[in-house]
């Protein structure tokens, strides 16, 4: 059986936190933002598609013997978790998008980036 170690137990309670108070401080005020440019949308996608990379690099590689480093999974999560997350995840800043004006969509490239590394470092760590 799977038993949760604290940290992620914490991370759990600190991430549905963020989720459902951002539902309810301050939302009253918010405006959708309907205008999504070309480097909105780009952005977004640059989000989708690395943290799609990311979760199958790192499915590949558990299922090859490696074993992840990220203390929030454990060392061998499984494939519906990691999908489950990254899912959740990219909802999330999509939510959040919605909401943002075109140049805060920017910081976007941010997570997309970071997702992007690492599917670069897990490819790298793969093929060594």
């Not at 790192?58 to 489950?84: C, H, K, Q």
């Not at 995840?89 to 997702?115: C, D, H, I, K």
Request: proline residues 3%.
């Amino acid at each position: 059986m799977y038993r949760k170690s604290k940290l992620q137990k914490r991370c759990l309670i600190y991430g549905l936190i963020l989720v459902f108070g951002a539902g309810t401080v301050g939302c009253a005020g918010w405006q959708k933002n309907h205008s999504w440019t070309t480097g909105d949308k780009i952005a977004l996608g640059t989000v989708i598609v690395c943290t799609a990379a990311d979760i199958a690099t790192t499915v590949y590689a558990l299922d090859n013997g490696f074993r992840e480093m990220n203390p929030i999974y454990g060392d061998d999560p499984s494939p519906g978790v990691l999908i489950a997350v990254g899912a959740i995840s990219t909802g999330l800043f999509y939510w959040f998008a919605q909401y943002m004006t075109s140049n805060e969509r920017l910081l976007l490239y941010v997570p997309g980036g970071v997702r992007c590394i690492a599917a670069a470092h897990n490819y790298k760590v793969i093929n060594e």
